[in-house]
């Protein structure tokens, strides 16, 4: 296979692994996982779905340095595969610390894809990874004549995001060091966040700004979402555009681009102009590596979550709510961060929106006269100021998940990233409250590691 191939895996799948392939007794253990793909021109991406352990029980050979079972074990996954149109990867534990494939691994691996290849009968790859007790993991495909090719990436996303490449200088996953201790914020960061790629939905008053701190961090790979140009009443909060831009009428995200461009530390970009629901733009956020979410729709909110379930992206998002009083009083001032990783709480869980809203934005999308008169007469609520000057609340939310983002992958809290799933922020007060991860979202779950599937994220209009 000519192209990239790398793999996802969000944490609970991860901790299953790491209980099941160490259990304490110092020998090998296996198990075998079903995966969705996510395929774009220059990579495809295994997303994993579903974790089989092999049962200690039924293995024939378990010893520090190899494991072999009975290959009738497989058959009814390798069926699945086959009905689904999934991928299958192996994995087995190196107890001893050998960070490469053994002789013996590559004999096992040699005998047993190509009769995967053979039963599977479709050109999609199939991979065998180990992983090793300090938790990080190494792997390749393994063609159907028994060819290995290392894999590009393998990336672990939950409540910390980790990174393992075979030729990166380090891995972006470190287990322990806080504050000095870890190498955030210097060129061994830069090296790695260039490596890394970052879709930002919204480019206006906030997400303008996070394009901005993306960009200048040294992301190798912007991809800019926004529907909308650039009008005189945008000028007081979306930095880097100008009176021109908007006599011309200058598309949002070409205005980002001209600025990424202009600091010239090398940040590839991808633009779109046009609305998240879209089967282009969808595919295009689903091929990042990151999710910057700077919208003020529940549809797109919805729609976001729904490209981190089913992909396995974390996902930042971020808002900011002035409340006011019927005289006009500023009444509060909150600035709202939501961290969504797969399989995990959703923002329809955490009652960021509601379905209602989620019908209402769409409406307003596909008829907004008829959204205008349902507005009108207060089947929606809600009215929008004309030219809020808000570039100072912008700048501060804006810096806050970008550093959220920073956090969960440098570890540059004290305490643990899972407590900080949800951050509310009283900007009026200066108070920023903190609620840890939550369950599991059920509306969700089903979605998990999906990849490809049509109709894309289970939205008729996603259809092919």
């Known amino acids: 296979m000519s192209y990239v191939v790398s793999l996802t895996v969000c944490d609970s799948h991860y901790n299953v692994l790491k209980q099941h392939l160490f259990p ?6 296996a198990a075998m ?19 089989h352990p092999v049962p200690y029980a039924i293995c024939t050979r378990r010893e520090t340095d ?60 199939h991979a065998s990874v180990v992983l090793l007790p300090d938790g990080s993991m190494f792997g390749r495909t393994v063609g159907p004549e028994g060819e290995f090719t290392p894999l590009a990436t393998i990336n672990m996303v939950g409540d910390d995001l980790a990174f393992w490449r075979p030729k990166a200088p380090r891995s972006l996953h470190h287990s322990t060091g806080v504050g000095r201790n870890t190498p955030a914020f210097g060129r061994a960061m830069s090296a790695e966040l260039c490596q890394l790629s970052a879709a930002v939905v919204g480019c206006s008053g906030t997400g303008s700004i996070v394009v901005e701190q993306l960009a200048r961090l040294g992301l190798g790979r912007l991809i800019l979402i926004d529907p909308e140009r650039v009008e005189v009443k945008n000028l007081n909060r979306i930095v880097n555009a100008t ?182 922020v009283n900007l009026a007060e200066m108070e920023i409250e903190t609620e840890p991860e939550g369950a599991p979202c059920p509306a969700f779950r089903p979605l998990v590691g999906r990849g490809d599937t049509e109709p894309l994220l289970d939205l008729p209009e996603l259809s092919a």
């Open 66 to 125: 190899s494991i072999s079972w009975p290959v009738e074990w497989l058959d009814d996954l390798v069926d699945r595969a086959a009905a689904e149109d999934l991928s299958l990867v192996k994995f087995h534990s190196h107890p001893i610390d050998y960070r490469q494939f053994s002789s013996v691994d590559d004999r096992s691996d040699a005998r047993l894809f190509p009769g995967i290849h053979a039963l599977v009968d479709r050109d999609i790859p």
């Open 243 to 424: 009176w021109q831009d908007a006599i011309d009428g200058r598309e949002k995200v070409e205005v980002a681009r001209r600025a990424i461009a202009a600091v010239g530390l090398g940040t590839a970009v991808e633009s779109h102009h046009g609305n998240l629901v879209d089967r282009k733009i969808v595919q295009a956020v689903a091929n990042a590596d990151l999710i910057f979410g700077c919208v003020d729709s529940a549809e797109a909110r919805d729609v976001l979550n729904r490209i981190s379930s089913q992909y396995l992206l974390p996902y930042f998002d971020v808002g900011v709510r002035i409340g006011a009083l019927p005289d006009g009083t500023i009444d509060q001032i909150d600035g709202v961060i939501h961290y969504v990783k797969p399989a995990g709480a959703s923002l329809l869980s955490r009652s960021a929106y509601r379905p209602s809203q989620v019908a209402a934005d769409a409406l307003r999308r596909a008829n907004p006269a008829l959204y205008d008169e349902r507005r009108r007469e207060k089947y929606i609520e809600g009215a929008d100021e004309e030219m809020p000057a808000v570039i100072s609340l912008n700048m501060t939310m804006a810096s806050l998940v970008v550093n959220e983002c920073l956090a969960r992958l440098y570890r540059t809290r004290n305490q643990p990233n899972h407590h900080y799933a949800f951050q509310r």
């Open 33 to 51: 996982a079903l995966c969705g793909r996510q395929s774009s021109l220059d990579r495809t991406r295994l997303l994993l779905r579903e974790v």
């Open 24 to 29: 304490g007794d110092g020998k090998e253990a």
